[in-house]
């Protein structure tokens, strides 16, 4: 049984650039949703330091970036 899901054209867009070529939408959606433990939780949350805030900003940035350059060259 399948379901149907409706996304923007630019969720899509950015969906098709982080897309491996040989998977489907639904691995990549599952891929993408991986559900994580309790203990992978609270393993992340040691990675807190001071200034994190504005490290995952930057990231954030950078990433948003790279996308917008990717989704540009196709």
Same mark, same amino acid.
């Given at each position: 049984?399948?379901?149907?899901?409706?996304?923007?054209?630019?969720?899509?867009?950015?969906? !098709?650039? #982080?897309?491996?070529?040989?998977?489907?939408?639904? %691995?990549? /959606?599952?891929?993408?949703?991986?559900? $994580? @433990?309790?203990?992978?939780?609270?393993?992340?949350?040691?990675?807190?330091? !001071?200034? #994190?805030?504005?490290?995952?900003?930057?990231?954030? %940035?950078? /990433?948003?970036?790279?996308?917008?350059? $990717? @989704?540009?060259?196709?």
């Amino acid at each position: 049984m399948s379901t149907s899901i409706r996304i923007s054209e630019e969720t899509k867009r950015k969906l !098709e650039a #982080i897309k491996r070529e040989d998977e489907t939408f639904d %691995e990549l /959606l599952d891929r993408l949703a991986v559900s $994580h @433990t309790e203990e992978d939780v609270h393993e992340m949350g040691g990675f807190a330091d !001071e200034g #994190i805030e504005e490290h995952m900003r930057q990231t954030r %940035e950078e /990433l948003n970036e790279s996308l917008e350059e $990717h @989704t540009q060259r196709q």
